[in-house]
């Protein structure tokens, strides 16, 4: 039912910059909270960032200071811009949703890769 379209990820130079967004489609529940994810292959999912409804957010300290998360709930979308990459920041990036209420369902989209030369 609920769907994620990512968008945004590409290649680009270290010291560049890169806005992911990811807009969700056919939910039939109110979004609570969103957040991004990154994988390389072969190693362990790393949660990024997350964002509440309400616009309180939390980053993990390989990305503070450089990737900003927010979110527009009127068209049900959570963005990451990112700046200052490197290349240890190559991944495939992926957004996650959370229903607003006690349900343990969460939704991801297909993942996007994000590839930063040296």
């Known amino acids: 039912q609920v769907q994620l379209v990512e968008s945004g990820g590409g290649l680009v130079q270290a010291g560049g910059s890169l806005r992911l967004s990811c807009a969700a489609s056919g939910s039939r529940f109110t979004i609570g909270t969103m957040g991004w994810y990154r994988q390389t292959p072969g190693k362990q999912r790393e949660v990024l960032a997350f964002i509440t409804r309400g616009g309180n957010t939390n980053y993990v300290d390989s990305v503070k200071g450089r990737f900003t998360i927010s979110r527009d709930n009127t068209k049900n979308t959570v963005y990451l811009q990112m700046n200052s990459l490197k290349p240890e920041d190559t991944a495939v990036y992926y957004c996650?949703?959370?229903?607003?209420?006690?349900?343990?369902?969460?939704?991801w989209g297909q993942g996007t890769q994000v590839t930063v030369s040296s």
């Open positions: 996650n949703i959370r229903p607003w209420s006690a349900s343990t369902a969460t939704y």
